[in-house]
């Protein structure tokens, strides 16, 4: 799987040299890039942010920048304009851009192309059914987000060209930039990968996956009894189907307790007999 990532602070993206990732590129099942929006900049200052249209407080990140740079990675024609054309004018630069006009929106999505993702915590939940599904795509393009968030037009516009574009939260609060939600949903997403666990195993049975995603069963090691407390008894029993059913209803009711969601969302047919008794 190709990875880019488009950030005002790629350095950020150092860690993923580490742990299970570092091996996963080792291994050559991923390749990431990690690039700096300024890279795309044309003036002194590098500056990617303006000040919001209609007011308010704090910059947002210009189209004209992102559009740049996006059109490089995704492999995109440039924009009409001659790029050496007002070069050293950053506003004439802007506004030949603003008017460009050269693509004809386009009916589907270019199956060739990277999926596009921009975290935003005004977008849906990233949940592990997105994980697993784009862990099955051939490249990924992250653009994170800083200030106030990217212009709204920048996510519109590619999809109108027929990207694949998806924005996604990955929780109920706000961070200072993408850089970490992108790391987020990197590791949900590679840790699928055939290859990238020692244990392939280890990814089937877990909290949020399968057709009736449930909170996983809790887990215990040795010794049995530690600081006077004592694993179920149960799992000592050696019963396999004993141990199976004790931590399916302990899946089931962990799930109804803490996340009641996943309950109502869940399909009765991924419940059998013994889990309505529960
Ligand atoms: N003004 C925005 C709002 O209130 O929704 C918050 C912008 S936040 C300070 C800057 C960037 O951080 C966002 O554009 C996004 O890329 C990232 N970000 C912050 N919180 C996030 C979250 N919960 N999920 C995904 N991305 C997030």
């Known amino acids: 799987m190709k990875i880019d990532i488009v950030s005002v602070f790629p350095e950020y ?26 890279d795309w900049t044309h003036d002194v200052h590098h ?3 303006d000040t919001p249209v209609g007011g308010g407080a704090g910059m947002v990140m210009k189209p004209v920048v992102w559009s740049e740079c996006l059109d490089d990675l995704l492999g995109l024609e440039p924009a009409v304009v001659e790029r050496t ?18 693509y004809a ?21 990233f949940t592990q059914r997105d994980a697993t599904e784009l862990s099955r795509a051939d490249h990924l393009l ?26 996604y939260s990955i929780g109920d609060y706000v961070l200072n930039g993408g850089e970490v939600a992108v790391s987020v949903m990197l590791e949900a997403i590679t840790r699928l990968l055939p290859g990238f666990m020692g244990n392939p195993d280890s990814i089937v049975e877990e909290s949020y996956t399968g057709e009736g995603a449930l909170l996983e069963h ?17 799992l000592l029993s050696g019963d396999h189907g ?9 899946a089931l009711e962990r799930t109804a307790q803490i ?11 991924a419940l059998n007999k013994q889990d309505r008794k529960t």
């Open 13 to 38: 993206f150092d860690v993923l040299n580490l742990s299970l990732f570092g091996k996963a590129q080792d291994k050559g099942l991923v390749e990431v890039h990690a690039h700096n929006l300024r």
């Open 242 to 250: 004993k141990v199976d059913r004790f931590r399916r209803d302990e």
């Open 142 to 167: 992250f653009g994170c987000g800083r200030y106030e968030g990217y212009d709204a037009r920048i996510p519109e516009y590619y999809r109108a060209q027929g990207i694949d574009v998806r924005e």
């Open 47 to 49: 500056s990617v942010d």
């Open 105 to 125: 929106p386009a009916t589907t999505y270019s199956p060739n192309r990277p999926i596009l993702i921009f975290p935003n915590p005004s977008a849906p939940l």
């Open 85 to 102: 054309m007002g070069a050293d004018d950053q506003a004439d630069r802007e506004a030949e851009y603003a008017s460009a006009t050269e």
């Open 259 to 269: 996340r009641p969601d996943l309950i109502a969302a869940l399909d009765c047919t």
């Open 218 to 234: 809790r887990q215990y090691t040795k010794p049995a009894e530690w600081r006077g407390i004592r694993v179920p008894d149960v």
